[in-house]
């Protein structure tokens, strides 16, 4: 409850920089910097498994890494629980009781469809989670509609956004998460007419955070680029000792065996 409401208190105050993990390893690494907070990253699951993302992880595997994540760090965690594995609103509650985090983020994409859940059955689903959750549990409530392209134009998927950013949080969401739009005059808009808070997640040739939240997001996430860039420093040390037999890009980025028995040693976490 303490966990939750200090999650609860980074949110509402704004300027919220949050690192999302996907084992308890990177979670510690994050902690380590001086992360106050931490999410988690579906997408970052599933590929260090050699899945596809989009529910295509077990949610009990999903439950246990979870666990070891809250496990790992004394800080707040948010579940990243994709669209509720399973389409109807029982499905969605019965998701997040079995959830033991400060905070939930909830799609409104139809995986496997490719498109989005009807604006009246996610509000429903919303309302379920939120019925669920209790009143403490922060639901970041994300729309896909950036990431689809849906609209013909930016103006109209604009006016589609914030349609369903303000159902969404009429129906229960604290916050709406909006991953894809980084263009800060759209952005601007969009915190104007939304009736709530904003968080959007950072991706590479995105502006800074600083330049993000002057336009009223309350909230940036790292999401699951920190592991795509982990996976493509990989990509590369691989083929330079295929190819080339040398190690030098392996040598750059080094973490170090000693940083890492210290992680190992930083204490048990929650149980």
């Known amino acids: 409850m303490q966990l939750a409401q200090q999650f609860r208190t980074l949110n509402n105050q704004g300027q919220f920089l949050l690192a999302n993990a996907w084992d ?59 669209a509720g594995y399973g389409s109807s609103p029982e499905s969605v509650a019965a998701t997040i009781k079995a959830v033991i985090a400060a905070g939930v983020n909830l799609e409104d994409r139809q995986h496997g469809a490719a ?8 509000v429903e689903r919303i309302c379920a989670a939120r019925k669920a959750a209790g009143g403490l549990l922060w639901i970041n409530a994300r729309t896909d509609t950036y990431l689809l392209g849906l609209g013909v134009n930016e103006e109209e998927r604009l ?47 995105a502006p800074s955070a600083a330049a993000l939240f002057a336009t009223g997001v309350r ?14 420093t990989l990509r590369d040390i ?20 000693a940083e890492a028995e210290a992680l190992g040693r930083s204490g048990a976490g929650r149980a």
């Open 219 to 232: 909230r940036v996430s790292l999401g699951v680029c920190p592991m795509l860039a982990l996976m493509g």
């Open 115 to 122: 498109e989005l859940f009807d604006l009246s059955a996610q």
């Open 159 to 205: 006016t589609i956004t914030v349609e369903r950013a303000n159902a969404y949080l009429a129906a229960g969401a604290d916050m709406v998460f909006v991953p894809g739009l980084v263009d800060l005059p759209s952005l601007t808009r969009l915190c104007q007419l939304v009736n709530g808070p904003v968080s959007v997640m950072a991706m590479p040739g």
């Open 24 to 82: 308890a390893g990177s979670a510690r690494v994050f902690a380590a910097a001086g992360f106050a907070a931490l999410g988690t990253t579906s997408g970052g699951m599933a590929y260090a498994r050699g899945l596809k993302d989009g529910e295509q992880i077990d949610p009990q595997l999903m439950f246990s890494e979870l666990a070891a994540i809250c496990r790992a760090v004394d800080v707040p965690v948010t579940a990243d629980i994709e």
């Open 238 to 257: 691989a083929f330079e000792a295929r190819e080339a037999g040398t190690w030098q890009l392996m040598g750059e980025r080094f973490y170090g065996f």
